[in-house]
DNA sequence: TTGCGTGCAAAGGTTTTGCATGGCA
DNA sequence: TGCCATGCAAAACCTTTGCACGCAA
């Protein structure tokens, strides 16, 4: 259990070096996948798909859904535990996805636990609303 | 603005009329679709997609995306103004959607929009986590 | 050598789009 | 009558899967 940790190769340490080069950025597949090609580093979508889900199942890799068919987007998790406990905020004007480093969320989830027995999972919590730059846009 | 409010057809009355008769129950297009076919109401998947993405247009429908390739769930939203003002927590163990009817969230709002500039949707805004009977199962 | 990991291609599914026809106002 | 909405089909899209070869241990 835990990790099989079967091979290590060197796709591997190519994908796995690039999604934690991204730091807080994301990605879709396809843009992951066309780096590589761009790059020169020849690696199918096969190899990129079942690389990214591994490293969602093992929780270094962050997943979450955008609205139309533009795909997945993946992002790294940093190991730190300052990072984990941050929300995203997708725009609905300009489709922007938006870091929100606040303190107040830890208040939230803890209220969240306390007052409605819910535990917020803040991996895949994603809050929508208007940017203030769309805002002021027509 | 307000509303184009084009022409009255039988197929949205016929649409609209499932999705509001669903209730607080989620369905897929897939299944709306084929829904149709079954009860022998000839409406073609084009119809049954542009009248869904036009009700989440217009807040009549709010749009959830799922994890695999199932497609995209699709839940009425009973009160416009009443759901405006809480936000909706989905469990990820039952999958169930709970509303969240707190103070606090009236708070959360305003923080967001004086600190961060930023306005949430409640209406699309959707909280993943383990609801209290999940978290107490296996 | 053994067998996992890779890559290519094709399949699978959902959603969108073009175009001719029918229905609402 | 004018024009929108519909329906059918095909396209586009992302993602997964099968199979033979290459590479790590």
Redesign the interface.
């Known amino acids: 259990m835990a990790r099989p940790e079967k091979y290590n190769t060197k796709q591997r340490d190519i994908i796995y070096g690039h999604v934690a080069a991204l730091g807080g950025e994301h990605a879709t597949a396809a843009q992951i996948y066309n780096h590589f090609r761009l790059t020169g580093a020849q690696i199918g979508r096969a190899t990129v798909y079942r690389h990214l889900e591994e490293l969602v199942g093992a929780g270094k890799l962050r997943k979450f859904?955008?609205?139309g068919t533009s795909g997945a987007c993946y992002q790294y998790i940093e190991s730190d535990e300052g990072c984990a406990e941050h929300l995203h905020?997708k725009?609905?004007g300009c489709g922007a996805l938006?870091h929100?480093e606040?303190d107040?969320l830890g208040d939230?989830a803890r209220?969240?636990a306390d007052?409605?027995?819910?535990?917020?999972?803040s991996l895949?919590?994603?809050?929508?609303?208007?940017?203030?730059g769309c805002?002021h846009k027509t």
Chains 1, 2 share one sequence.
Do not use: P, R, S
């Open positions: 859904l955008t609205d905020l725009c609905e938006q929100l606040c107040a939230i209220h969240m007052k409605h027995a819910f535990v917020v999972n895949k919590t994603v809050l929508y609303g208007i940017c203030d805002m």
